[in-house]
C-alpha cells in the first residue's frame, strides 16, 4: 500500500477572488485524516506551502511590460512562478520516494506545479481534468489575466515561458492524452485550441446526454491508453454550485455531487489514478463548510471508499 503523501498549497494569487489559500486547512479540519484511517490507509501531511508574506504586494514583473496589447497582464506572476516551483519539487520527490501524491489546493493555477513534479517521474501522464472551465487560456488570450485559467495550456507548453519552463522541461503533457469532463464554460479561444489540438472534452451536454457512467468510461480510457501515470486533476466547481457553492468562480448547471461521486468511485474502480489534486475549495465563499466536507468525500471516493 502506498503511503498517500498530502501536500497542502495555501495558494489563491491566480485568481481573481481571494480565500482558496484556505482550502486545505478546511479540508483537513472537515475530517480528511480521518477519512484515510477510516479507508485504512497510510498517510502523512506535510508542512504547507505558501507564496510567502511580500507575494501579494510584489513589484512589477518585467515579464509583464511584454503583454499583448489588449490583454490584461498576467496577475501575480512571480508568485505563482515561485509556489510552484516549490510544489513541483515536493511532488517530484514524493513520486521519487513511491508514495502516493494528494496535493490540496489552493486555485487551479498549482495544477502547473503539481504536473512539473509528475511529469519529472512519468514520462507519459496521462490527465483527468475534472473542471466547469478548461483553463486552456494563455497570456494571449485571457480575459482575465488569472492563471488559474491558464494551467492546463502552460502545462501542454502553451502560453508564457515563466509558466511554461515551470520545473525544466516545457510541454509536460501530450493533448491526446487529456480528458475534461464537466466542462460549461470555455472562453472562445479556448474552445478553438481544444479543438486545433484535438483534446478530449466531455462537456455537460454530453454527461446529460450519455450519462456520467457512460462519459468516464471513455474518459478513463483516454488517460490510460500509452500512460504510464494517471493525473486526476479535480476542481470543486465541476459540481454544481448548489451542491458545492464554496468556490471563487461558481457556473451553474455542473455535475451533482451524485455524478461527481459516481466519477470518481469509477476511477477508482478501474485503479489507474496514481495521484490527484482537489482544488478551488473557498471556505470565505462558505460559512457553513458544506463544500470542504464534500470535498473530503470526494477525495475518499477516489480513493477506494464504498457505500457497502
Ligand atoms: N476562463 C476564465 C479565465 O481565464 C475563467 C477561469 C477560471 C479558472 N478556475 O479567467
Given amino acids: 500500500r502506498k503511503i498517500v503523501d498530502i501536500l497542502p ?5 491566480g485568481a481573481s477572488r481571494r480565500g482558496a489559500a484556505g482550502g486545505p486547512q478546511a479540508m483537513l479540519q472537515a475530517g480528511l485524516a480521518a477519512k484515510l484511517r477510516q479507508l485504512r490507509l497510510p498517510y502523512r501531511i506535510q508542512e504547507e506551502l505558501n507564496a510567502g508574506p511580500a507575494a501579494a504586494e510584489q513589484a512589477a514583473d518585467p515579464a509583464l511590460a511584454q503583454r499583448p496589447r489588449g490583454r490584461p497582464p498576467m496577475k501575480h506572476l512571480a508568485a505563482a512562478v515561485a509556489v510552484n516551483e516549490a510544489l513541483a519539487a515536493r511532488v517530484s520527490a514524493a513520486a521519487a520516494a513511491g508514495r502516493w ?6 486555485d487551479h493555477s ?6 512539473a513534479g509528475l511529469a519529472s517521474h512519468y514520462r507519459r501522464l496521462g490527465m483527468l481534468w475534472i473542471d466547469a472551465h478548461s483553463d486552456m487560456n494563455t497570456d494571449l488570450t485571457t480575459p482575465s489575466g488569472n492563471i488559474h485559467g491558464m494551467s492546463l495550456a ?3 507548453g502553451l502560453g508564457a515561458s515563466p509558466l511554461t519552463a515551470i520545473g525544466g522541461r516545457i510541454g509536460k503533457i501530450r493533448p491526446e492524452r487529456v480528458a475534461l469532463v464537466g466542462a460549461r464554460s470555455l472562453d472562445p479561444e479556448e474552445k478553438r485550441l481544444i479543438r486545433a489540438l484535438g483534446v478530449s472534452c466531455f462537456t455537460m451536454h454530453d454527461i446529460d446526454k450519455r450519462g456520467i457512467a457512460s462519459v468516464m468510461e471513455e474518459a478513463v480510457q483516454i488517460v490510460g491508453a500509452d500512460t504510464d501515470g494517471v ?9 454544481d454550485p448548489r451542491d458545492a457553492p464554496g468556490t471563487g468562480t461558481p457556473v451553474g448547471g455542473g455535475l451533482s455531487s451524485r455524478e461527481a461521486f459516481l466519477a470518481l468511485e469509477l476511477i477508482a474502480e478501474a485503479g489507474v489514478a496514481t495521484s ?15 463544500t470542504a466536507e464534500l470535498a473530503v468525500s470526494l477525495i475518499g471516493s477516489l480513493l477506494g471508499d464504498r457505500i457497502l
Fill in 101 to 106: 501524491p494528494l496535493i490540496l489546493g489552493g
Fill in 110 to 115: 498549482i495544477a502547473i506545479g503539481t504536473i
Fill in 231 to 239: 493525473h486526476v486533476s479535480f476542481d470543486i466547481d465541476s459540481l
Fill in 154 to 156: 502552460a502545462s501542454i
Fill in 276 to 290: 490527484a489534486e482537489f482544488v478551488e475549495v473557498n471556505p470565505e465563499a462558505d460559512p457553513s463548510g458544506c
Fill in 9 to 13: 498549497v495555501a495558494f489563491d494569487l
